[in-house]
């Protein structure tokens, strides 16, 4: 039995509307494949001719993205939290994604596995330990707090929870509430328009939606990209400490090249199976290695010093996420804040098309749960442990750990830290795999998304894309993050998340707008038994 006949088989609500996309053939959009493509060669080709001017170039547009605008990506992120909890308490909460006749085509471990995967990458395998590193030694002056002070570990923990929890996943779960209530519910298209259904049902298909879709397609591989580049370099950091290779242009190039190799194959695999098989082992060793590093680490520093700086994450929430009355500077905040909201933008828009499509059956209630709260918690105790180990081994060993780190880079803080634990060996070289499969997972749903906006003839009935638009896409992002950390380093990361996500900024605050219209349409329209979509 096809696996998505609970969307036209089953449920008479999807016959009509996709009646005619079940006997469609795919096709290429030429309008939406061609023109981010051919930009993106050409602006690879410039920086590996021209390197040096490119990077000055790339420089100044991030500096100036962020000046102008920063303001623009911490309030629009903290006002949709405050949208998402005001959905959820709302009748609209009990909106059945794809009507009262859809079924579930995950079941709930499954949806929540591959919703993780898809969104932290690498991300927290990297930052967890890494990042605190940086801001015990130079917490922000703004804040007066000591150098390497316990006062400063609390706030590096509570900054781990501030950049890597709620807000982030603010920003995906309302991006793909929109883009499944528009695409079940109101039966648009399978395209980035789809979410902007709420406000016009006219720009499916016309020039101003295919532009639409062509920037984002241009943000979601510069953000890919940035998160590639983080891969590359914590494999890269794993390989120097276990097998003694030297980061090099050479090597990035032969991890980068696995790693696009791996989840263009695994995108071609489909949801049901290489996605979600990928997705559930990926979790289960993430709760595995969380549980090994608690038991085996300083385990009562780790729970004192999580306990505090949950506290104080939550106290200092609301000015800390909006820089409210300067309560760090202004430098810092770009450098760190920032920059992560640019790449959690840049990959919002298409991560939501994937989000949205999976989540059929469910109500608009799950939906926050799984996409927004568990993960949230999931990450708070994540970093807990991780950033509370890197930071009470570097307290006790006089910032050795640190001064490391400041040598050989961040991507060599994981391993050296996870080396010092009991089997650090073992465990180190489980790690490096977890890495590499961890963004693999998340690139892959990605990858078809971005290839699936590329095609027509999409439907719950035929999701997938032609394996060569994958192989195209997969490509460009490889080499773009391959010249970028070959060339820039971390900085070159920073530079492609703001470049990504600053016009995705735009049109997630937009498709914001088109849920407080479906809320406020709901509410008009709504009584205890009906559905308003």
Same mark, same amino acid.
């Given at each position: 039995?096809?696996?998505?006949?609970?969307?036209?088989?089953?449920?008479?609500?999807?016959?009509?509307?996709?009646?005619?996309?079940?006997?469609?053939?795919?096709?290429?959009?030429?309008?939406?494949?061609?023109?981010?493509?051919?930009?993106?060669?050409?602006?690879?080709?410039?920086?590996?001719?021209?390197?040096?001017?490119?990077?000055?170039?790339?420089?100044?547009?991030?500096?100036?993205?962020?000046?102008?605008?920063?303001?623009?990506?911490?309030?629009?992120?903290?006002?949709?939290?405050?949208?998402?909890?005001?959905?959820?308490?709302?009748?609209?909460?009990?909106?059945?994604?794809?009507?009262?006749?859809?079924?579930?085509?995950?079941?709930?471990?499954?949806?929540?596995?591959?919703?993780?995967?898809?969104?932290?990458?690498?991300?927290?395998?990297?930052?967890?330990?890494?990042?605190?590193?940086?801001?015990?030694?130079?917490?922000?002056?703004? +804040? &007066?707090?000591?150098?390497?002070?316990? @006062?400063?570990? !609390?706030?590096? $923990?509570?900054? *781990?929870? %501030?950049?890597? #929890?709620?807000?982030?996943?603010?920003?995906?779960?309302?991006?793909?509430?929109?883009?499944?209530?528009?695409?079940?519910?109101?039966?648009?298209?399978?395209?980035?328009?789809?979410?902007?259904?709420?406000?016009?049902?006219? +720009? &499916?298909?016309?020039?101003?939606?295919? @532009?639409?879709? !062509?920037?984002? $397609?241009?943000? *979601?591989? %510069?953000?890919? #990209?940035?998160?590639?580049?983080?891969?590359?370099?914590?494999?890269?950091?794993?390989?120097?400490?276990?097998?003694?290779?030297?980061?090099?242009?050479?090597?990035?190039?032969?991890?980068?090249?696995?790693?696009?190799?791996?989840?263009?194959?695994?995108?071609?695999?489909? @949801?049901?199976?290489?996605?979600?098989?990928?997705?559930?082992?990926?979790?289960?060793?993430?709760?595995?290695?969380?549980?090994?590093?608690?038991?085996?680490?300083?385990?009562?520093?780790?729970?004192?010093?999580?306990?505090?700086?949950?506290?104080?994450?939550?106290?200092?929430?609301?000015?800390?996420?909006?820089?409210?009355?300067?309560?760090?500077?202004?430098?810092?905040?770009?450098?760190?804040?920032?920059?992560?909201?640019?790449?959690?933008?840049?990959?919002?828009?298409?991560?939501?098309?994937?989000?949205?499509?999976?989540?059929?059956?469910?109500?608009?209630?799950?939906?926050?749960?799984?996409?927004?709260?568990?993960?949230?918690?999931?990450?708070?105790?994540?970093?807990?442990?991780?950033?509370?180990?890197?930071?009470?081994?570097?307290?006790?060993?006089?910032?050795?750990?640190?001064?490391?780190?400041?040598?050989?880079?961040?991507?060599?803080?994981?391993?050296?830290?996870?080396?010092?634990?009991?089997?650090?060996?073992?465990?180190?070289?489980?790690?490096?795999?977890?890495?590499?499969?961890?963004?693999?997972?998340?690139?892959?749903?990605?990858?078809?998304?971005?290839?699936?906006?590329?095609?027509?003839?999409?439907?719950?009935?035929?999701?997938?894309?032609?394996?060569?638009?994958?192989?195209?896409?997969?490509?460009?992002?490889?080499?773009?993050?391959?010249?970028?950390?070959?060339?820039?380093?971390?900085?070159?990361?920073?530079?492609?998340?703001?470049?990504?996500?600053?016009?995705?900024?735009?049109?997630?605050?937009?498709?914001?707008?088109?849920?407080?219209?479906?809320?406020?349409?709901?509410?008009?329209?709504?009584?205890?038994?009906?559905?308003?979509?």
């Amino acid at each position: 039995m096809d696996k998505y006949c609970c969307l036209t088989g089953k449920n008479p609500i999807f016959r009509a509307h996709f009646r005619y996309q079940m006997s469609a053939t795919l096709k290429l959009k030429p309008w939406v494949f061609f023109p981010p493509v051919v930009i993106l060669v050409m602006t690879l080709a410039f920086g590996v001719t021209y390197s040096d001017p490119f990077l000055r170039l790339a420089e100044r547009t991030k500096d100036g993205m962020l000046n102008q605008f920063g303001w623009l990506f911490s309030w629009s992120a903290f006002a949709f939290l405050i949208l998402l909890g005001t959905a959820y308490v709302l009748p609209f909460g009990r909106t059945k994604i794809g009507g009262k006749a859809a079924v579930p085509i995950l079941s709930k471990w499954r949806w929540f596995a591959i919703t993780l995967c898809t969104t932290v990458a690498t991300g927290i395998l990297f930052w967890g330990m890494a990042e605190p590193l940086h801001h015990l030694p130079r917490p922000p002056p703004a +804040l &007066a707090i000591e150098s390497g002070s316990s @006062l400063a570990a !609390v706030f590096s $923990l509570a900054t *781990l929870h %501030l950049h890597w #929890s709620f807000t982030p996943y603010g920003v995906y779960t309302l991006a793909g509430l929109v883009f499944a209530l528009s695409y079940y519910n109101l039966h648009q298209p399978f395209s980035l328009t789809a979410s902007l259904a709420p406000i016009s049902t006219k +720009l &499916a298909g016309n020039r101003l939606g295919k @532009l639409i879709d !062509v920037i984002c $397609l241009y943000a *979601l591989v %510069l953000g890919m #990209s940035a998160s590639l580049g983080t891969g590359m370099f914590a494999i890269t950091g794993g390989l120097d400490l276990l097998m003694g290779w030297t980061k090099s242009a050479l090597l990035l190039a032969m991890i980068g090249f696995s790693i696009v190799f791996s989840f263009v194959f695994s995108a071609v695999s489909g @949801l049901h199976r290489g996605i979600a098989i990928l997705s559930d082992v990926n979790v289960k060793a993430f709760f595995g290695l969380a549980v090994f590093v608690l038991i085996t680490g300083p385990t009562l520093d780790i729970l004192s010093l999580g306990w505090e700086s949950v506290q104080d994450y939550a106290v200092n929430f609301f000015p800390r996420s909006v820089n409210f009355g300067d309560r760090v500077d202004r430098e810092w905040e770009q450098d760190w804040t920032l920059f992560y909201l640019a790449n959690w933008y840049a990959w919002a828009p298409v991560a939501a098309l994937f989000l949205g499509r999976i989540a059929v059956g469910y109500t608009v209630r799950d939906f926050i749960l799984f996409n927004l709260v568990f993960p949230s918690l999931f990450t708070i105790i994540w970093m807990s442990i991780f950033g509370g180990t890197s930071l009470t081994f570097d307290m006790q060993e006089g910032q050795s750990l640190f001064e490391t780190m400041e040598l050989k880079g961040e991507e060599i803080v994981m391993f050296q830290v996870l080396g010092s634990l009991p089997f650090g060996r073992v465990i180190s070289l489980a790690t490096l795999v977890m890495v590499f499969i961890s963004y693999v997972t998340a690139a892959d749903s990605n990858v078809s998304a971005m290839s699936a906006i590329s095609t027509h003839g999409i439907s719950p009935n035929q999701p997938e894309a032609p394996l060569w638009v994958k192989l195209v896409w997969g490509s460009i992002i490889g080499i773009t993050a391959w010249l970028m950390v070959s060339t820039a380093g971390i900085e070159g990361i920073r530079i492609l998340s703001v470049m990504g996500g600053f016009p995705a900024l735009f049109l997630v605050i937009v498709v914001a707008v088109g849920l407080v219209k479906m809320i406020l349409t709901s509410g008009a329209r709504r009584s205890d038994e009906e559905q308003p979509f």
